[in-house]
C-alpha cells in the first residue's frame, strides 16, 4: 500500500503515525508530567498491542504472532515513535537519574 510523500519524508509507515499520535495525544493529556518509556507503554498497552497486530495483518496476509512477540514490538515501536516525536519537536527528552524521561512540547505537525 503507497504511502504520502510526508510519511516517506518522515521515514514512517500508517502503523507508526497512528502509535506516534496515540503517544503524543497521551503526552498532551498530562502536560505537567514527563514519562519513561516503559510509563508510557504500561499507560498505553492496550492500544499500543493492538495497533501492532494491526500492522502485522493485512488484507492478503495473516499472521499468527504469539502475544509475548507482539509485546516485544510494541515496545521497539513505542522506542522509535518517541524519538522521531523528538525529531520534530512534539516531545521533549532528558536524562534524569540514569533514566529517560519524555514529556509534551508543542503540537505535532501532519504526518501524512
Do not use: W
Not at 23 to 38: M, P, S
Request: hydrophobic content about 40%; some cysteine; aromatic content about 8%.
Amino acid at each position: 500500500m503507497p504511502i504520502t510523500r510526508r510519511q516517506f519524508e518522515l521515514g514512517i509507515d500508517d502503523a507508526m503515525a497512528r502509535c506516534m499520535e496515540t503517544i503524543h495525544q497521551y503526552l498532551a493529556e498530562r502536560r505537567d508530567e514527563a514519562f519513561t518509556a516503559d510509563e508510557i507503554f504500561e499507560g498505553l498497552r492496550t492500544e499500543l498491542l493492538e495497533a501492532v497486530h494491526s500492522g502485522l495483518q493485512s488484507e492478503f496476509l495473516r499472521l499468527e504472532v504469539p502475544p509475548s512477540l507482539v509485546g516485544h514490538m510494541a515496545r521497539g515501536t513505542v522506542n522509535i515513535a518517541l524519538e522521531k516525536l523528538c525529531e520534530l519537536g512534539a516531545v521533549a527528552s532528558r536524562q534524569i537519574g540514569g533514566r529517560k524521561y519524555y514529556a509534551y512540547e508543542r503540537e505535532l505537525p501532519p504526518l501524512r
